[in-house]
């Protein structure tokens, strides 16, 4: 392990790393968020989904720093209507927001690899159908996809739990996002096929689907790192955006979404801070996630080392 991670550090991509202000900048934010979120239990000072200790008197108390309003430091960034901490609402509201986020662009990686080398390297029919079919998902607007797979699925299970819920969203959202990612693999493996190594490999009798997972992927896995890590974020706003329509993350367990639709009740009543603190995270989030994509893409291009 620290070999790996000592020849990482000598490496282009890593001295790329260590001399991006940027990157590093928006390495350690998301490092923060996913700590934060998947420790949520430790970190958080409060479980803002045990009913037993909610307070209904503490509700809407203002951010900490604002005693004058009659803020409490037991409560840092305020309360909301039920008098759930904030601050916990935040923290356990990212972990589902990455939670689903992540499993939803692996889901689309899965996939869209999987059909982008099968249709580089047939060819043929199975290349027009799949990439016909690409094409018909891209004329639809990915929100309005996810909108109605998930509205769809709530209507079909009505009575689901948090597990179906959630595989329903996870679902939504990765029925438009593998596109991209067979697109792009697709034409890197209209290169990769034609080359001298996976001409030999066809001589000497080694099956396609050797030929695709042993030699084709690990060469057309560049593009698809960088446009996975972009699209962690985009599915995060995604979800965000399901939530705070009301389609999204159950809630019982809210997301970061379904927090800002909640606190936008109150906005014009003078809480703000219930919503703009889940908004805040959201923002973090996705913009430290962008930065970083946006540097793994350039420090992955051969032309700008």
Same mark, same amino acid.
């Given at each position: 392990?620290?070999?790996?991670?000592?020849?990482?550090?000598?490496?282009?991509?890593?001295?790329?790393?260590?001399?991006?202000?940027?990157?590093?900048?928006?390495?350690?934010?998301?490092?923060?968020?996913?700590?934060?979120?998947?420790?949520?239990?430790?970190?958080?000072?409060?479980?803002?989904?045990?009913?037993?200790?909610?307070?209904?008197?503490? *509700?809407?108390?203002?951010?900490?720093?604002?005693?004058?309003?009659?803020?409490?430091?037991?409560?840092?960034?305020?309360?909301?209507?039920?008098?759930?901490?904030?601050?916990?609402?935040?923290?356990?509201?990212?972990?589902?927001?990455?939670?689903?986020?992540?499993?939803?662009?692996?889901?689309?990686?899965?996939?869209?690899?999987?059909?982008?080398?099968?249709?580089?390297?047939?060819?043929?029919?199975?290349?027009?159908?799949?990439?016909?079919?690409?094409?018909?998902?891209?004329?639809?607007?990915?929100?309005? &996809?996810?909108?109605?797979?998930?509205?769809?699925?709530?209507?079909?299970?009505?009575?689901?739990?948090?597990?179906?819920?959630?595989?329903?969203?996870?679902?939504?959202?990765?029925?438009?996002?593998?596109?991209?990612?067979?697109?792009?693999?697709?034409?890197?493996?209209? &290169?990769?096929?034609?080359?001298?190594?996976?001409?030999?490999?066809?001589?000497?009798?080694?099956?396609?689907?050797?030929?695709?997972?042993?030699?084709?992927?690990?060469?057309?896995?560049?593009?698809?790192?960088?446009? *996975?890590?972009?699209?962690? *974020?985009?599915?995060?706003?995604?979800?965000?955006?399901?939530?705070?329509?009301?389609?999204?993350?159950?809630?019982?367990?809210?997301?970061?979404?379904?927090?800002?639709?909640?606190?936008?009740?109150?906005?014009?009543?003078?809480?703000?801070?219930?919503?703009?603190?889940?908004?805040?995270?959201?923002?973090?989030?996705?913009?430290?996630?962008?930065?970083?994509?946006?540097?793994?893409?350039?420090?992955?291009?051969?032309?700008?080392?």
């Amino acid at each position: 392990m620290k070999t790996t991670l000592f020849r990482w550090y000598d490496s282009d991509v890593g001295h790329s790393f260590r001399t991006s202000p940027v990157a590093i900048g928006a390495a350690l934010v998301a490092l923060v968020c996913v700590i934060c979120a998947v420790f949520a239990a430790w970190v958080a000072p409060h479980n803002p989904f045990d009913l037993t200790t909610l307070e209904l008197s503490d *509700a809407r108390l203002p951010p900490g720093w604002s005693t004058e309003g009659g803020g409490t430091w037991k409560y840092p960034l305020g309360t909301d209507d039920q008098g759930r901490d904030i601050l916990s609402a935040v923290i356990y509201g990212a972990r589902i927001s990455l939670i689903v986020g992540f499993a939803s662009v692996i889901l689309s990686v899965v996939v869209g690899v999987a059909l982008g080398l099968l249709a580089g390297f047939k060819g043929g029919w199975i290349d027009g159908l799949l990439m016909r079919l690409c094409d018909v998902m891209l004329s639809f607007p990915a929100i309005l &996809v996810a909108l109605l797979i998930a509205g769809v699925g709530r209507a079909v299970f009505p009575n689901a739990g948090e597990s179906m819920a959630f595989g329903v969203l996870i679902l939504s959202i990765s029925l438009t996002g593998w596109v991209q990612y067979a697109r792009t693999v697709r034409g890197s493996t209209l &290169v990769e096929r034609n080359k001298e190594y996976v001409q030999a490999a066809r001589v000497t009798g080694v099956s396609s689907l050797s030929i695709m997972r042993r030699h084709v992927l690990p060469n057309v896995l560049g593009p698809v790192m960088v446009l *996975a890590t972009i699209q962690v *974020a985009t599915a995060i706003i995604t979800e965000a955006t399901l939530s705070f329509l009301g389609v999204g993350a159950p809630p019982t367990s809210p997301s970061l979404g379904t927090l800002i639709r909640i606190g936008n009740d109150y906005l014009f009543s003078g809480e703000w801070w219930i919503t703009v603190f889940p908004g805040v995270m959201l923002v973090l989030i996705a913009i430290s996630v962008n930065l970083l994509g946006d540097w793994l893409r350039d420090a992955l291009n051969p032309r700008l080392r």
